[in-house]
């Protein structure tokens, strides 16, 4: 069975500092995608960043990174510099190749500090 | 950019009223999904719809729910006899297997009330 794992239901972070937000997965496919995509209170999904399992160097999106451990099964979001605009909720996905269904995490609710 | 439009953005309905949700999805992408999302909680896979058929469903997606590509652009959802449950957010997305990366591309969501 695949399933996404989010243990860090709020964070806080002060502005201009990074954080990391974590996330684990599991599944027994050797091919398979991780993303992150960004809820804010307006309600719409908004994608980030992906990594796909063979990708041997991290994702990188402007702000964003993702560090991935393939041997920990972890795809860790990094926002560096946050932003009072980055508080919002953010959600850890996988998809694999023997579905065509993505699967999400619980979400972390992330709030920047000014 | 190419964009998942969804409508309506809210809609109200009373318990044991049939209610369509509309979505028209990136023209290019293949698969299309809905997925449910009660208020602050966790983003929950309906079903997925490839080729003219569904290819895969969730336990949610019971009896109560259809879906149909009524013409080449279109996707809806349909909820027959509303419960108070079925209020939430629901998303249609659509992705594109072709490329590498197959992102799901979300819409802005529906948010239905059952009263």
């Known amino acids: 069975a695949q399933k996404i794992t989010q243990t860090q239901p709020g964070m806080f972070v002060q502005e201009k500092e990074a954080v990391t937000l974590d996330c684990t997965y599991d599944?027994?496919?050797?091919?398979?995608?991780l993303f992150w995509y960004k809820q804010p209170s307006s309600g719409e999904m908004i994608f980030l960043i992906y990594?796909?399992?063979?990708?041997?160097q991290n994702a990188t999106e402007g702000r964003y990174s993702l560090n991935f451990q393939k041997a920990r099964k972890s795809a860790n979001l990094v926002i560096s510099a946050s932003q009072l605009g980055d508080s919002a909720m953010y959600f850890c996905a996988m998809r694999t190749n023997t579905g065509n269904q993505f699967y999400f995490g619980t979400g972390t609710s992330l709030t920047v500090i000014p | 950019e190419p964009e998942v439009t969804q409508t309506p953005s809210h809609q109200v309905t009373q318990m044991g009223q049939e209610v369509i949700l509309r979505c028209v999805p990136i023209s290019n992408h293949l698969y299309f999904y809905w997925y449910r999302q009660i208020l602050g909680q966790k983003v929950e896979f309906l079903v997925s719809?490839?080729?003219?058929?569904?290819?895969?469903k969730s336990e949610i997606f019971d009896d109560q729910f259809s879906v149909e590509r009524p013409d080449g652009s279109n996707f809806t959802l349909k909820i027959r006899s509303t419960k108070l449950e079925d209020s939430a957010m629901y998303f249609c997305?659509?992705?594109?297997?072709?490329?590498?990366?197959?992102?799901?591309?979300f819409g802005a969501g529906s948010r239905l009330t059952v009263l």
């Open positions: 719809f490839y080729n003219n058929e569904i290819s895969e």
């Open positions: 997305a659509s992705s594109d297997w072709s490329s590498g990366a197959n992102v799901l591309t």
């Open positions: 599944t027994s496919d050797q091919s398979y995608g």
């Open positions: 990594q796909g399992s063979y990708d041997e």
